[in-house]
């Protein structure tokens, strides 16, 4: 069972936190003192990661929740513990809690509103190409099936694929990854 936290400015100094977000998406604002581990990383992070919840508590954090959750459920199965922060970065900004982001980085939209873009474009594509070259109207209903299947697995192909948009990858200041992993282990 996955427990889901609504941690406080004051509790957080508390929690080895941990964004699931995308380097994009993590550098466009991020808990306070954050580390960024995307969560198909996370298999290759338990090691540090259950070095890090040896120490204290961990906490997974996403855009809204939904994320972390599932990165909870990925280190549970690898044997490590970790809570999840209740509506996420948006419900902690959404309480005048402060973020972090380097100077001059625009915000990435949320993975799952590049999704909806994405789907909704490749939708309206198929179904406009129709009448004119009839499979087109396949596009449609293979973004359909794509997002049905999501819906039923919990995962989702075209957010693996838009994560790896140059948007959506890390600035060139960011911390490296096999630093944060340092960082996580102490």
Same mark, same amino acid.
């Given at each position: 069972?996955?427990?889901?936290?609504?941690?406080?400015?004051?509790?957080?100094?508390?929690?080895?936190?941990?964004?699931?977000?995308?380097?994009?998406?993590?550098?466009?604002?991020?808990?306070?003192?954050?580390?960024?581990?995307?969560?198909?990383?996370?298999?290759?992070?338990?090691?540090?990661?259950?070095?890090?919840?040896?120490?204290?508590?961990?906490?997974?954090?996403?855009?809204?929740?939904?994320?972390?959750?599932?990165?909870?459920?990925?280190?549970?199965?690898? %044997?490590?513990?970790?809570?999840?922060?209740?509506? %996420?970065?948006?419900?902690?900004?959404?309480? %005048?809690?402060?973020?972090?982001?380097?100077?001059?980085?625009?915000?990435?939209?949320?993975?799952?509103?590049?999704?909806?873009?994405?789907?909704?474009?490749?939708?309206?594509?198929?179904?406009?190409?129709?009448?004119?070259?009839?499979?087109?109207?396949?596009?449609?209903?293979?973004?359909?099936?794509?997002?049905?299947?999501?819906?039923?697995?919990? *995962?989702?192909?075209?957010?693996?694929?838009?994560?790896?948009?140059?948007?959506?990858?890390?600035?060139?200041?960011?911390?490296?990854?096999?630093?944060?992993?340092?960082?996580? *282990?102490?």
């Amino acid at each position: 069972m996955t427990s889901r936290v609504t941690v406080t400015p004051a509790r957080l100094a508390g929690y080895a936190v941990v964004d699931v977000r995308t380097p994009g998406e993590y550098a466009g604002g991020h808990l306070p003192g954050a580390h960024n581990v995307p969560l198909d990383r996370l298999a290759e992070a338990a090691g540090a990661l259950r070095a890090a919840a040896a120490r204290r508590p961990l906490l997974l954090v996403c855009a809204s929740g939904n994320r972390s959750v599932r990165g909870c459920e990925r280190l549970a199965a690898l %044997g490590v513990t970790a809570a999840s922060q209740e509506g %996420g970065t948006a419900a902690w900004a959404a309480a %005048g809690h402060p973020v972090e982001r380097p100077a001059g980085t625009r915000a990435a939209w949320p993975m799952d509103r590049q999704v909806r873009l994405a789907a909704g474009a490749l939708v309206v594509a198929g179904f406009a190409a129709g009448p004119v070259w009839a499979p087109g109207h396949w596009l449609s209903g293979l973004v359909g099936a794509g997002l049905a299947l999501s819906a039923v697995t919990g *995962t989702c192909a075209m957010a693996a694929l838009l994560g790896r948009l140059p948007r959506n990858r890390a600035p060139k200041d960011a911390v490296p990854f096999a630093e944060t992993l340092r960082r996580l *282990t102490g």
